[in-house]
Nanobody, 126 residues
């Protein structure tokens, strides 16, 4: 059974940190990548980061480099996204998604993701 569930969102003050978790399990792919996306109010969904499950390689969008870190814990079937120095503009619904690819150059293209979780809301107060 496929399981894809993001958690860890909430209300945090600007400057704080948060760790989101994505449980991703039950996929029949030989290998796959897990991506973290976010959609701010009134904006399109955008990619933040992704990680290849097998080798742990990761990719981060330029817009989040330095503050966002993705980490894959295969023993727990969980991919984490740690966000530091939170800013009000980080307020968004954060989604994790799974795609049957390992080439991280494909991370930013949503078309390559087959499964999407329901998302977790992060609200950053100023």
């Amino acid at each position: 059974e496929v399981q894809l569930q993001a958690s860890g969102g909430g209300l945090v003050q600007a400057g704080g940190s948060l760790r989101l978790a994505c449980v991703a399990s039950g996929f029949t792919y030989d290998d796959y990548s897990v991506g973290w996306f976010r959609q701010a109010p009134g904006k399109e969904r955008e990619v933040a980061a992704c990680a290849s499950r097998s080798d742990g390689m990761s990719w981060h969008a330029d817009s989040v480099k330095g503050r966002f870190t993705i980490f894959s814990d295969n023993a727990r079937d969980t991919v984490y996204l740690t966000i530091t120095d939170l800013k009000p503009e980080d307020t968004a619904i954060y989604y994790c998604a799974v795609g049957n690819f390992t080439l991280l150059g494909l991370c930013s293209d949503q078309i390559f993701y087959d499964y999407w979780g329901p998302g977790t809301l992060v609200t950053v107060s100023s």
